[in-house]
């Protein structure tokens, strides 16, 4: 069992530092001013609730600041909350740093960027590994520090990588049952189609969206890229449009996010792929936080349902 915030149980007193991922302020039904703090650190996050809250306080506690945390946990619409007792920022004497309190991929940088770098190698059309490989290079850097999303699933520093890993190894598991499917599509569709996240997401940590993430969308980022792309390195031919397709598809559905559903065999599984990674993430981590014989907090992407840990489980 990890340590952390995330391991403390409702009624339970914390008494932490932490950082602040996100700020928000409120006001209250009778107009008293509150804000609203995503607190984290390595084990996960937690809402917190500082009331009566200051113009001071809202200038104190900004995201990316570390802070000392006294306060009570409660339950609040089928989530664990912090109520605080006390706050106060972090001082240089306490001997703490933001990278003390970010969530890591379980795989190092080296070993993740190995993984994909065979992974193009192995892709035998020249247009789909050439387009691929110059994305990925050009990206590189926030491809391989980026969380996959702001809450839900990889939402840590080099989640996007380790995201696209996972659903490397499971392509490759799916693709050994079904040898019709095209593993250059597959891997190209699988490699592509969350990396417009690098300009949709704001970086690293206390991650938000950014103008082009708002008003553009990372689905519609990279599509835009792989045509540019096809264009400076002047390739030509049906793999660019299949590309653009397989991320315009990724999601699905309209109603998920997808301009057009899969229409293609290859768009079809990389959808079902993205679906299963996500989710064994998010449940994966919920598990983590319980003791055998206890449910998970309710997770909301999962149709806000709690997951029970078997006795028999580790």
């Known amino acids: 069992m990890m340590t952390g915030i995330m391991t403390f149980n409702v009624g339970e007193t914390v008494d932490l530092h932490l950082l602040i991922k996100q700020m928000t302020k409120g006001t209250t039904n009778t107009g008293k001013p509150f804000l609203t703090l995503i607190l984290q650190d390595k084990s996960g996050e937690m809402e917190a609730k500082l009331w ?126 079904y040898p019709s499917l095209d593993t250059d599509l597959l891997y190209a569709g699988v490699i592509l189609h969350d990396l417009g996240k690098v300009i949709e997401l ?53 109603e998920w996010g997808s301009p057009k559903p899969p229409m293609i065999r290859e768009a079809e599984i990389l959808h079902y792929i993205d679906n299963v990674d996500a989710k064994m993430n998010m449940l994966d981590r919920a598990l983590e936080r319980v003791k055998p014989g206890e449910y998970t907090e309710r997770i909301f992407p999962l149709d806000n349902r709690t997951f029970y840990k078997p006795t028999f489980h580790k």
């Open 52 to 177: 009566d809250a200051s113009e001071q306080d809202e200038k104190a506690y900004q995201p990316e600041t570390i802070v000392k945390v006294t306060g009570d946990v409660h339950s609040y619409r089928g989530k664990n909350q912090l109520k605080i007792k006390q706050i106060r920022p972090a001082s240089p004497a306490d001997g703490h740093t933001i990278s003390d309190f970010l969530q890591t991929a379980p795989l190092s940088i080296d070993e993740m960027t190995s993984k994909i770098t065979q992974y193009i190698f192995e892709m035998r059309n020249p247009n789909i590994q050439r387009i691929t490989r110059h994305l990925i290079k050009k990206y590189q850097k926030p491809f391989l520090e980026y969380p996959a999303a702001t809450k839900n699933h990889h939402e840590f520093v080099s989640g996007l990588a380790y995201h696209v890993v996972s659903m490397l190894d499971l392509s490759k598991a799916i693709a050994s049952l």
């Open 202 to 254: 704001s970086g690293p940590t206390s991650t938000t969206y950014t103008i082009e993430g708002n008003l553009i969308g990372h689905i519609s980022i990279m599509v835009n890229e792989i045509g540019k792309t096809a264009e400076e390195l002047g390739i030509e031919g049906e793999e660019v449009m299949i590309l653009q397709h397989l991320v315009l598809s990724h999601h699905g559905k309209a």
